[in-house]
């Protein structure tokens, strides 16, 4: 008896020691803390900075069924109203639930990259910025917000003449780029970037080095390849990617470049929500759900040819 108590406790203890970094809380930290949560809408991105004096930014809204969540996520942290929202380019995995975050909260202003589209997703959301937030904004290279003090967000792209006749899709090429700035922490916003959009950027000498990447278009093949990645050189990468999506996002040949660059992968298919909190010195992240090396740097089929997103679904208007 006395020898199976004590193999069970060393059976318990050596659980413990395996499984100590899912078990232990993250270390809390002291001082200003800036946080950035990646949302979880599926096969789409959304993504909102709070300051540590409260100034908000909303970057893009996926579907439009994804506006009930956000609001959901803005009001279980408190959030009555947005300084800044910011639609990266007209794809409807980006914009189709910022209609309803617009009627539900209020927005102060809104940056949108100028690019035109015909659906009607991209029409309503217009519409919606006319009604309730009155002016919309170009985004261009060299703008520059300052959040709180010492706090910036940066955009790096588009910029004219638009990048045309990529290899993936030109909104996408156009996406609004962003960089943002706390103390030793820095972060690129990269919405659906392609490879004409990272070789421009590495040709602006855009500063491009950063502690966190948003993984362009979701971990496709159009981006993140490594001459972006020896430029950016990030610790932390965040894929949002919908289970099960039909574009094969993210890739294997991503995946793989990531680790090769070092950088320790969140994908919101796997984590669900994922939180950075950072106070300019030290970062956590945090994550609704756990997952496995295995699951994390396993890359997903395509069901069809393309996965440029053009052919993104608008439910409201059949396309």
């Not at 996408?172 to 690129?188: E, I, P, T």
């Amino acid at each position: 008896m006395i020898i199976a108590g004590i193999a069970g406790i060393a059976v318990a203890l050596w659980l413990l020691w395996q499984f100590r970094d899912k078990l232990a809380p993250p270390p809390a930290l002291t001082g200003k803390v800036l946080y950035v949560h990646a949302i979880d809408v599926g096969q789409g991105d959304s993504y909102l900075i709070v300051t540590p004096e409260r100034k908000t930014v909303l970057v893009d809204a996926g579907l439009a069924e994804s506006g009930p969540r956000i609001v959901a996520s803005l009001r279980r942290l408190d959030i009555r109203e947005l300084d800044l929202a910011v639609a990266t380019h007209p794809h409807a995995d980006h914009i189709g639930g910022m209609g309803y975050v617009l009627e539900a909260v209020k927005v102060k202003n809104f940056l949108d990259s100028g690019q035109e589209h015909t659906t009607l997703t991209y029409r309503r959301m217009l519409e919606a910025v006319k009604m309730h937030v009155g002016r919309l904004t170009v985004a261009q290279a060299g703008q520059k917000f300052n959040l709180d003090n010492g706090i910036t967000l940066s955009v790096l792209g588009p910029r004219q003449p638009w990048l045309q006749n990529v290899s993936g899709s030109d909104l996408n090429a156009n996406s609004v780029v962003l960089r943002l700035d706390y103390g030793n922490f820095s972060m690129l916003f990269t919405g659906d970037a392609e490879d004409e959009t990272e070789a421009r950027l590495l040709s602006d000498q855009a500063p491009l080095d950063v502690k966190t990447l948003k993984v362009a278009h979701h971990g496709s093949r159009h981006s993140t390849k490594e001459p972006f990645l020896r430029a950016a050189k990030p610790e932390i990468a965040i894929i949002s990617c919908g289970a099960n999506n039909r574009y094969g996002h993210p890739t294997q040949a991503t995946l793989d470049r990531l680790r090769r660059a070092g950088a320790k992968v969140y994908r919101t298919d796997l984590h669900g929500d994922i939180a950075i909190a950072s106070n300019g010195v030290e970062s956590v992240v945090t994550t609704a759900r756990q997952a496995s090396d295995a699951e994390i740097w396993r890359g997903r089929r395509p069901e069809s040819a393309s996965d440029s997103g053009d052919e993104m679904p608008d439910r409201r208007s059949g396309r």
